[in-house]
């Protein structure tokens, strides 16, 4: 890993009446080329895929393999998942050096998480969650910030900002679904707005934004702050700077991006295959999903896209 590099302020960023566009942590895909690659395309923040804090905190291997970043990767966060402010605090202590903020997933809605005490299970403990924020700021100094799902019974997530609004949360990301509602449900923009209108830190409304348009559009209808996307940003990772769909000059930029700070094969093939999805052909499509070497999946870019790697591209 670099240096420590300057940190961005992202309180300021989230109060400064701009429309802060904000790349979700998604397990697997958002990574330190992927991050890079919609830094570059409008995205004024990244989040890491959510990482535990608990084996992140025990073990250096598991500390190289999961958080890498260089001094351009910002502005950065950190999200963990955890069931105790302990792991959580050391977690965040040990990435302060290189990021802008660090998160708690307060929103995994997998039975492994609910059972362990992780992600959306943490939403039934808010004292737990304030206690998990305070020591982790105490120890940092870092703005610390949760991401949640909206409660059916919008009195208990009004309860929980205000409880963690007295640790110092930073600002707060409400995914406008319930734990039990899947993402073909759409998403409750009228709970994000009344939970906007309830809390004092700022807010980021998540859920099905899909474009420049969506995010412009989220925003009047809810009032926040800023705005996060996930798998909007998988199919089309230049939607934030207003592109429709993925140009070209971006998977020319991810393949370099990609390709210069490491990635494997079947990564590499995954966001590919996502972001040239709406211009393959059935055909060319199975045949591009059963690469596996990253030496054959540039060969069909190079045959279908007229694109190469290329070094000395950024
Ligand atoms: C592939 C994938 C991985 C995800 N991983 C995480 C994660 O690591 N942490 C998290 O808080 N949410 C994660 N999510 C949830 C998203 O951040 C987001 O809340 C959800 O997909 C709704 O946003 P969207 O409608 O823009 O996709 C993930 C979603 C997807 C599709």
Not at 208 to 225: C, F, H, M, P, W
């Amino acid at each position: 890993m670099e240096n420590p590099r300057q940190k961005v302020d992202l309180v300021g960023l989230l109060n400064s009446g701009e429309l802060v566009k904000v790349c979700a942590p998604m397990v697997r895909f958002t990574k330190l080329p992927f991050r890079q690659l919609v830094l570059k395309y409008g995205a004024d923040i990244a989040v890491t895929p959510m990482i535990m804090s608990d084996s992140f905190v025990r073990s250096e291997r598991v500390r190289d393999l999961q958080f890498t970043t260089t001094t351009l990767d910002t502005p950065l966060v950190a999200q963990f998942a955890a069931n105790n402010a302990q792991d959580f605090a050391d977690a965040a202590e040990l990435v302060l050096p290189y990021v802008d903020g660090v998160d708690l997933n307060c929103g995994c809605p997998q039975s492994w998480a609910m059972s362990d005490g992780y992600g959306a299970h943490l939403l039934t403990s808010p004292e737990l969650i304030r206690d998990m924020v305070h020591q982790a700021r105490e120890r940092t100094h870092l703005p610390i910030s949760i991401k949640i799902r909206v409660n059916s019974d919008l009195r208990r997530t009004y309860d929980l900002v205000r409880t963690v609004e007295s640790a110092g949360v930073a600002y707060i990301t409400v995914h406008g679904r319930t734990t039990k509602q899947r993402s073909s449900t759409p998403p409750d923009l009228e709970a994000i707005r009344l939970v906007k209108e309830h809390a004092t830190v700022p807010v980021l409304a998540n859920g099905d934004i899909y474009s420049l348009q969506d995010a412009v559009s989220v925003r009047e209808k809810t009032g926040v702050n800023g705005v996060m996307a996930a798998r909007g940003m998988l199919d089309n990772p230049a939607m934030f700077a207003g592109y429709e769909t993925t140009p070209l000059e971006c998977v020319q930029d991810f393949v370099d991006f990609s390709l210069s700070l490491g990635t494997s094969p079947s990564l590499f093939r995954h966001h590919l295959g996502y972001m040239l999805d709406s211009t393959m052909m059935g055909l060319d499509k199975r045949h591009f999903w059963s690469l596996h070497s990253t030496p054959a999946i540039l060969e069909f870019l190079t045959d279908r896209y007229s694109i190469t790697y290329n070094p000395t591209n950024f």
